[in-house]
């Protein structure tokens, strides 16, 4: 049963402020001198030109692609345990691209730019650089610092290079899964970091594995590296849109070959990547503009969704159009938890976002109360947002530790909420005697929520009341976000009260659906809902959840079937999917 957005209905009493949106420089017209005649230019969006290669033989399954499964093991709250810890009970991002173009220090910039990206992955990372028609790569399982030293990077010399940070969404945690990727193939070599998820990818796999192609990785993003070899197109960037054309579902990747950096996005543009230049001239893409901060870098505009930029010496920076786009859906989870705080994502400031999700949660949702504390650190902008707004005191009423990794050694004997306890101390001097309004950006599963709500009590807080900067999440994520199965979203499965009980809170209130659409005001449409709504704008017939118990496998050990990553069969009539999908007796998915 999908959640009510507040536990008690209240009209929204002030208008909301606009907020000041960033606008998109067009980018100069450009003439290709070897693109077809038929290219024509789109009336609905600022790309040059429109490629309509040879309509693709892959078909797209027209069912509901929410998951049946669920694990019978419960723990002793009822609730489905978490992937890995629950302790940490948040959507994580897939990952972060960066690449950057005719700047000789290019890969200690891109080393860089990965530091102001770690919070999108920490599973991993690599930087690919060229280096007189080389391409020359260094990889590793771990956080930026603990990949690359001086020396590692001493090995990456040239003026090109791309890079990635990775958590996993498709493929096992193993090394040979970290990106980017580099393929040797009849005309070069190519390397590519991929930020996103294809929901085709066992379809295409089967596929190109039926017609003689040997994969090395369980990556969906392998798949675009083949579908490239296989490409007779020319020039080089149209293997790359003929690639694509085969695509679905979200992907903002970066291409490297001997001498050129191509930045492709989506059709929807379901997953940021901006475009920026150094002060010599360097061109620079990335995830969010908090990388360009770094490295000195000015951010010119977004790649456009269905854009493709390809960028080389004797031509600068051109654009084309991947293909007709349609109505752009931009993941709005970029702005409620994923992306810093300082980016400008989408065009729009993610801090300004967050500061009017509190400001509408205030006065959407008021309470009495004597102090506002966030859950630090997602929740913080949006808790300021709530007192300015209320004008209630903010204060640090959750310290969080910072040198707390993924996993830790728990004492012999037990200690009740030790992971929470670890990593969030309550301030008693803040809470005690206190009615506190606790603001967090998201409700997943609810067990660390409620968790936090235990530990503020015993700190001596009189009152609890929880604000939740986003609307109920009630669906999973195919698009590059690593989500539960829809039925262990605690949203999907209880109503307001009910989560609010379970939670023991004394109030509970989520951002009401319609007061985010409206705070968008006339970008509302461009926003991917799917979380909130189970509306998919891109239908996948393949269902990737992590399974329960799923664990880091180094390649050598672990069961073979660990090898999909988590990946598993989606509810479908079969006889249907034989008549619309030609790949089904090839693939059998």
């Known amino acids: 049963m999908a959640a009510s957005p507040l536990s008690s209905s209240s009209a929204l009493s002030k208008p909301i402020s606009k907020h000041h949106s960033f606008s998109l420089n067009t980018p100069q017209k450009v003439t290709f001198p070897l693109l077809p005649k038929t290219l024509q230019k789109p009336s609905s969006f600022p790309c040059n030109h429109v490629l309509h290669p040879q309509k693709s033989q892959f078909t797209t399954s027209s069912k509901n692609p929410i998951s049946d499964f669920i694990s019978a093991n419960k723990n002793e709250d009822g609730l489905v345990p978490p992937f890995s810890d629950d302790d940490d009970d948040k959507p994580r991002e897939e990952c972060g691209v960066v690449g950057i173009f005719g700047d000789p220090e290019a890969s200690r910039l891109c080393y860089l730019a990965l530091h102001a990206l770690q919070h999108r992955g920490q599973e991993g990372a690599g930087i690919v ?52 990727f580099v393929a040797g193939y009849r005309f070069g070599s190519i390397g590519v970091a991929h930020n996103g998820n294809l929901v085709n990818y066992r379809a295409l796999r089967a596929m190109l594995e039926d017609n003689g192609s040997i994969f090395n990785t369980s990556s969906d993003t392998e798949v675009v590296l083949h579908l490239i070899a296989i490409s007779k197109a020319r020039p ?3 293997r790359i849109v003929e690639a694509c054309e085969k695509l679905e579902g979200a992907y903002s990747m970066v291409f490297v070959t001997e001498d050129k950096l191509v930045a492709v996005r989506d059709p929807h543009g379901f997953r940021p990547l901006v475009m920026g230049r150094r002060s010599n001239g360097a061109v620079v893409f990335a995830s969010e503009t908090c990388a360009l901060d770094l490295i000195e870098a000015t951010y010119e505009r977004e790649v456009y969704p269905g854009e493709v930029l390809v960028v080389d010496k004797k031509d600068g920076v051109q654009s084309v159009c991947l293909m007709p786009h349609p109505e752009p859906k931009q993941c709005i989870f970029e702005h409620i938890y994923f992306a810093l705080p300082n980016s400008v994502v989408f065009g729009r400031s993610v801090y300004e976002s967050r500061h009017a999700f509190g400001e509408i949660l205030a006065t959407e949702a008021p309470v009495d109360c004597d102090v506002v504390i966030a859950v630090p650190d997602s929740g913080v902008v949006a808790a300021l947002g709530y007192a300015a707004k ?3 005191p903010f204060q640090q009423g959750l310290i969080r530790s910072h040198y707390v990794g993924r996993t830790f050694i728990e004492p012999s004997q037990k200690i009740r909420d030790f992971g929470v306890k670890l990593k969030l101390s309550p301030v008693r001097g803040v809470l005690e005697g206190k009615r506190v309004v606790v603001v967090d950006d998201s409700i997943v599963r609810g067990t660390t929520s409620s968790k936090i709500v235990r530990l503020i009590k015993e700190a001596g807080a009189k009152e609890v009341h929880m604000r939740i900067a986003s609307p109920p999440i009630i669906g999973s994520c195919y698009y590059g976000v690593d989500t539960p199965s829809s039925e262990e979203l605690i949203s999907n499965r209880m109503s307001v009260e009910e989560i609010r009980e379970f939670i023991g809170c004394d109030s509970l209130a989520f951002l009401p659906f319609e007061s985010l659409k409206k705070m968008l005001g006339s970008e509302s449409p461009n926003f991917c809902y799917a979380c909130f709504s189970g509306k998919y704008p891109v239908m996948p017939r393949e269902v990737k959840v992590k399974r329960v118990g799923d664990f880091l496998d180094d390649g050598l050990n672990g069961p073979m079937d660990s090898i999909d990553g988590g990946w598993i069969q989606g509810p479908r009539d079969l006889n249907v999917e034989k008549e619309i999908d030609p790949l089904y007796q090839k693939s059998n998915i």
């Open 129 to 180: 650089a060229v280096n007189n028609n080389v391409l020359q790569s260094v990889t590793g399982v771990g956080l930026v610092s603990e990949v690359f030293n001086e020396s590692k990077l001493d090995q990456l010399p040239g003026e090109m290079a791309i890079g990635h940070v990775r958590y996993s969404t498709a493929g096992s945690s193993m090394l040979k899964n970290v990106q980017p």
């Open 390 to 392: 209320a004008g209630v």
């Open 236 to 238: 080089f960037f149209l």
